[in-house]
């Protein structure tokens, strides 16, 4: 199984920036799609981004082009860089890797980070 191991969050003024990382174990990291989920108290988790072998990207419509999904897969490592944090980005974020299946819904994917906190200040 993949091992997942995210870092890079913290606490935050709204309208601030963070740099979230996600570090993998797998030796065939090119090939995975890689997602980052975030869950806040009482919701379900929710896609933010995803990035696919390719490199093609998707955003969840709550970004609005606020976050930037990436990867080095020298460093078999994927990147979330959030700009104008909002206190409602605070929450869990989770690094995935997909499986099968839809690439927005965490039923797809087969291996999890232990999550990162991130909290947004007003």
């Known amino acids: 199984q993949v091992q997942l191991v995210e870092s890079g969050g913290g606490l935050v003024q709204a309208g601030g920036s963070l740099r979230l990382s996600c570090a993998a174990s797998g030796r065939t990291f090119r090939t995975y799609d890689m997602g980052w989920f975030r869950q806040a108290p009482g919701k379900e988790r929710e896609f933010v981004a995803g990035i696919v072998w390719s490199d093609t990207t998707y955003y969840a419509d709550f970004v609005k082009g606020r976050c930037t999904i990436s990867r080095d897969n020298a460093k078999s490592t994927v990147y979330l860089q959030m700009n104008s944090l909002k206190p409602e980005d605070t929450a869990v974020y989770y690094c995935?890797?997909?499986?099968?299946?839809?690439?927005?819904?965490?039923?797809?994917?087969?291996?999890w980070g232990q999550g990162t906190q991130v909290t947004v200040s007003s």
């Open positions: 995935a890797v997909r499986g099968s299946g839809s690439l927005y819904d965490s039923g797809g994917y087969i291996g």
